[in-house]
């Protein structure tokens, strides 16, 4: 799994790729507090090489947890900023900082 920052002159957004390679799964979603942990607004494309890609802008200039839905598991990215505890969820999420 992999992150890809690249941040925009013009706009105060981040434009933001996650990678995940899991050629089993059928469907891949990102969800976090950047899209209200909606999987339809987080849906990753698959790649011919089984990879799942997506890209998102973000407002820039703060912290956001998230996690990945593959094929309904939810999954942390390794080469995330950090990690943060969410009651909520019982589990620790990724943290996305920005």
Known sequence: MAITKQYLKTKPVCK???VVPAPEASKVFVVGDFNNWDSEKGA??????GTFKGAM???KESSYEF??????NYINEEQADSY??????????????L
Request: net charge neutral; no cysteine.
């Open 16 to 18: 933001v790729t996650f």
């Open 67 to 72: 996690r990945y839905v593959i094929d309904g």
């Open 57 to 59: 802008d973000i407002p």
């Open 44 to 49: 990753l494309r698959k790649l011919k090489n």
């Open 84 to 97: 943060r505890w969410n009651d909520f969820a019982g589990a620790e999420n990724a943290v996305l900082e």
